[in-house]
Nanobody
Framework: QVRLVESGGGSVQAGGSLRLSCAAS?????MAWFRQAPGKEREGVAV???????YYADSVKGRFTISRDNAKNTVSLQMNSLKPEDTAMYYC??????????????????WGQGTQVTVSS
C-alpha cells in the first residue's frame, strides 16, 4: 500500500492561485488529484503518468497544471485563476496500472487524507 500525504491547501479569493503537493511513500505509475465538494461525488481533476503524460478534466484545463518529480515520488497541482466552484477537499491518489478512464476514482488503489481548498468570491 502506498502512503500519500497532501499539503498546500488553504483559502484564497477568486482569481488567486494555490499549489498542492503530495508525497508518496514509493514509486507509482499513475498519480492524480481528485476533489470532492459537500454533497457531491468525488471528481477527477488531473492525472500524471510516470512517463510524463498528463490528463485533465475539462473544468480545469488551462487553469490547473499537474507535475511530478519521479526522483522524489511527489506530485503537485498548480491551480491558477481559481473560482468559487473549485472549493472542495482535494485528494491525492495513486494507481499501479493503466486505465482507459484515468479520472474515475475506482481505478485508484491508494488515497491521501485530503487537503481543503476554499475559494471565496
Amino acid at each position: 500500500q502506498v502512503r500519500l500525504v497532501e499539503s498546500g491547501g488553504g483559502s484564497v479569493q477568486a482569481g488567486g492561485s494555490l499549489r498542492l503537493s503530495c508525497a508518496a511513500s514509493e514509486y507509482t505509475y499513475r498519480m492524480a488529484w481528485f476533489r470532492q465538494a459537500p454533497g457531491k461525488e468525488r471528481e477527477g481533476v488531473a492525472v500524471s503518468y510516470s512517463g510524463g503524460g498528463t490528463y485533465y478534466a475539462d473544468s480545469v484545463k488551462g487553469r490547473f497544471t499537474i507535475s511530478r518529480d519521479n526522483a522524489k515520488n511527489t506530485v503537485s497541482l498548480q491551480m491558477n485563476s481559481l473560482k468559487p466552484e473549485d472549493t472542495a477537499m482535494y485528494y491525492c491518489a495513486a494507481a499501479t496500472s493503466y486505465s482507459l478512464a484515468p479520472l474515475r476514482p475506482q481505478t485508484y488503489n491508494d488515497w491521501g487524507q485530503g487537503t481543503q481548498v476554499t475559494v471565496s468570491s
